[in-house]
């Protein structure tokens, strides 16, 4: 049952944020979206208006405002390049838990959300399970990128070429870690992520090789959780707020300066949205949500600003790699040199840029799964970009951008590896 008065709340607050938006349409010229489908709908401006008018809309259509909210990457070029500073993401964000709030979860989030990823124990386990049986379903597709393809469920996930579950995760490679901070003075917690220990554990075994040959201090405790970015973005506040407690706990045992992850979608949440819902979390854990969101630190940052590398002269001839700018990671964080840094001081990397690095690879999470037809087309905008740029190999901070960049590549069956900068620094270490 809807609770009336909850939600009248929510929508005056929703009605607060969006008074500075003043409609100049300046948000168009930088959404990857409504580039490919030129409707006003599909921008922020368009959004806005709809939301200004959204318990009207809600009762005439609640089904359509939902669908058209979701038609969305949350990929913040709007609110990076907003003249009017308008908290663009946090509004979409409260006006999916505001449709939710009233429609309801459908069932199938409600089982992978409240059933699924808000019990670690029980997730890790379906997953584990999942990997045994997945070779039925589908094959492999591309072994330079280790993408797989699946006939039989294309109904269900059309042409897609998607990364399969790892066979060991990160977390069953390494349970727990808690070293001292050695000559770096510097201690970390390191916060894997779900796609990094599911299906790139690779990534984490770097950053682990690259934080010890640092004589980086790590914390890796047992019973992490997700960030909570794929529940709050659909809208659900409750699971959010369970896995963020969930976390926050598991940090709790640790002493340590920064909280690192390799993920830029994942750092982006810890230190921007976590502390943006502080009054859905109990208070006696409030202090320590903020605390972790203000020790959150992308992995790329965290080398190059406090450990200190730097750039090395490049090798004649070396491996050509190009780097790909996660939103998330330069539009919410502002990370846009470090991970370039990083690439460019393993000597054997020849480091090209592409075109329209910052251009959002489509991926959105969600996004993908209910818009493949939109986020295909983005998506081959940046191949085209990868493919001029010459790399062998395209680097990118954000497991998310890591597999849609894999879907693109591996569909037109293009010879380019799709790496995390981390892992190539690591490289020149051995
Ligand atoms: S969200 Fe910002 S850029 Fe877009 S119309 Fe409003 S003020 Fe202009
Ligand atoms: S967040 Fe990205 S996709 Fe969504 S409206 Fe803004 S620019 Fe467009």
């Known amino acids: 049952m809807t609770d009336l008065h909850q939600l009248a709340v929510m929508l005056k607050q929703l009605d607060d944020q969006m008074v500075t938006c003043m409609k100049c349409g300046m948000c168009?010229?930088?959404?990857?979206?409504?580039?490919?489908?030129?409707?006003?709908?599909?921008?922020?401006?368009?959004?806005i208006a709809l939301l200004e008018n959204l318990a009207h809309e809600m009762v005439a259509d609640a089904a359509g405002v939902k669908e058209k909210l979701n038609k969305?990457?949350?990929?913040?070029?709007?609110?990076?390049?907003?003249?009017?500073?308008?908290?663009?993401?946090?509004?979409?964000?409260?006006a999916r838990i505001i449709v939710n709030t009233y429609m309801g979860l459908p069932a199938a989030k409600?089982?992978?959300f409240k059933g699924m990823l808000t019990k670690p124990g029980l997730f890790n386990g379906l997953l584990s399970m999942g990997q045994k049986f997945q070779g039925i379903f589908t094959s492999p597709a591309d072994e330079l990128l280790g993408s797989s393809c699946s006939k039989i469920m294309s109904p269900l996930i059309g042409d897609r070429h998607f990364l399969p579950l790892a066979k060991k995760p990160f977390r069953k490679m390494v349970s727990t870690v808690d070293t001292c901070a050695g000559k770096s003075g510097l201690k970390v917690a390191f916060f894997p992520g779900c796609v990094i220990d599911k299906m790139l554990p690779r990534v984490g075994v770097a950053v682990l090789e690259v934080l010890m040959h640092h004589n980086v201090g790590i914390f890796l405790p047992s019973g992490q959780a997700c960030c909570g970015i794929p529940a709050i973005s659909s809208g659900d506040g409750e699971s959010f707020a369970k896995l963020v407690e969930l976390n926050v706990k598991a940090f709790a045992?640790?002493?340590?300066?920064?909280?690192?992850?390799?993920?830029?979608?994942?750092?982006?949440?810890?230190k921007e949205i976590w502390p943006k819902f502080l009054d859905r979390f109990p208070s006696d854990i409030q202090s320590q949500v903020r605390q972790m969101a203000d020790k959150a630190m992308d992995i790329n940052q965290f080398l190059v600003d406090k450990v200190g590398i730097d750039t090395q002269p490049a090798a004649t001839g070396g491996t050509r790699v190009t780097y790909h700018d996660s939103c998330h990671l330069k539009k919410s964080l502002g990370v846009t040199d470090q991970p370039r840094t990083l690439l460019k001081a393993n000597p054997a990397c020849n480091f090209v840029e592409m075109n329209e690095a910052d251009q959002c690879c489509g991926n959105g999470g969600t996004f993908n799964l209910h818009h493949y037809d939109v986020s295909k087309k983005i998506g081959d905008r940046k191949r085209e970009n990868i493919l001029a740029s010459g790399a062998d190999v395209v680097t990118a901070g954000c497991p998310a951008c890591m597999m849609q960049l894999t879907d693109v590549l591996s569909r037109h069956g293009d010879r380019i590896r799709v790496q995390h900068p981390v892992e190539i620094y690591a490289q020149g270490l051995n």
Request: aromatic content about 6%; overall charge positive.
């Open 28 to 47: 168009q010229a930088v959404c990857p979206v409504f580039r490919e489908t030129l409707r006003e709908a599909d921008v922020t401006r368009g959004k």
């Open 110 to 112: 409600k089982v992978i």
């Open 72 to 94: 969305c990457l949350l990929c913040g070029s709007c609110q990076a390049n907003c003249p009017s500073g308008v908290r663009i993401i946090d509004i979409f964000l409260n």
């Open 253 to 270: 045992k640790g002493d340590y300066d920064y909280l690192v992850t390799a993920c830029g979608t994942c750092t982006a949440t810890i």
